[in-house]
């Protein structure tokens, strides 16, 4: 089991290069696919990006409105994942969330996939 706190939100302008942070407490941070996921007021949370653990690479993959601009990386000595987020914009604004996964890799745009949540820290982006 492993529990999650984020960090590293707040208001911020447009444009701007906010990174969160999830802290993860519990064993085994290693084997745990991170994920990051977002809800904006009145829709539904959605998928943003995703990490597989260090021995694969760390490879990642991202939600198509945020590829280009947000970077996802691990630090498993730290039991740390990390959401680097560049050129802001308004619709960015939401409650960003860190998940974990000790699923074999599969959809990991689903929100199933993920069993440990933290509980989301606020991003406002202001124009």
């Known amino acids: 089991q492993v529990q999650l706190v984020e960090s590293g939100g707040g208001l911020v302008q447009a444009g701007g290069s906010p990174r969160l942070s999830c802290a993860a407490s519990?064993?085994?941070?290693?084997?745990?696919?991170m994920g990051w996921f977002r809800q904006a007021p009145g829709k539904e949370r959605e998928f943003v990006a995703a990490i597989m653990w260090s021995w694969r690479g760390s490879s990642t993959s991202y939600s198509d409105s945020v590829k280009g601009r947000f970077a996802i990386t691990r630090d498993d000595a730290k039991k740390t994942v990390y959401l680097q987020m560049n050129s802001l914009n308004p619709e960015d604004t939401a409650v960003y969330y860190c998940?974990?996964?000790?699923?074999?890799?599969?959809?990991?745009?689903?929100?199933?996939?993920?069993?440990?949540w933290g509980q989301g820290t606020q991003v406002t982006v202001s124009s």
């Open positions: 519990g064993r085994a941070f290693q084997n745990y696919i």
């Open positions: 998940a974990a996964s000790q699923n074999l890799p599969g959809q990991l745009w689903r929100e199933g996939e993920y069993a440990y």
